[in-house]
């Protein structure tokens, strides 16, 4: 996504701000103003009016770096719901295929985990 939404561009979960496709609703496509208010942070309950209100997903995905090797780059990823971890795990991103060892079953992790990815390999210096 382009950093025009922003005056400033915020730091965002996802390492950059992303544009893509809205799960919680039938086929739709968010404008900037949701992108940038909603989708970007996390956190859209009760504010977007798409987020499911069965309370049945998850508010946000975070993500950390556990480790770097090269061609594999180990992440580690919480799931929160009411700003509390719900569940946690370890995804292993290999770069060459740009895909996950073992990708997790959940495709919003999976597709939110990926551009973290992304954005981290994008950005680290090379030796």
Not at 10 to 31: H, I, K, N, Q, S
Not at 81 to 91: D, S, V
């Amino acid at each position: 996504m382009e950093d025009a939404a922003w005056l400033k561009p915020p730091r965002v979960p996802l390492g950059d701000p992303c544009r893509g496709a809205c799960t919680a609703a039938d086929a739709f496509e968010p404008g900037a103003g949701e992108l940038r208010d909603f989708c970007n942070s996390g956190y859209a309950r009760g504010r977007c009016p798409r987020f499911p209100a069965d309370g049945g997903a998850p508010d946000a995905f975070r993500f950390s770096i556990d480790r770097d090797q090269g061609e594999t780059v180990s992440i580690v990823f919480i799931e929160e719901t009411n700003y509390t971890p719900a569940e946690f795990g370890r995804l292993a991103y290999r770069v060459a295929t740009g895909a996950f060892e073992t990708p997790p079953a959940d495709g919003n992790l999976e597709a939110q985990a990926r551009m973290f990815a992304r954005s981290y390999v994008a950005r680290r210096v090379q030796p």
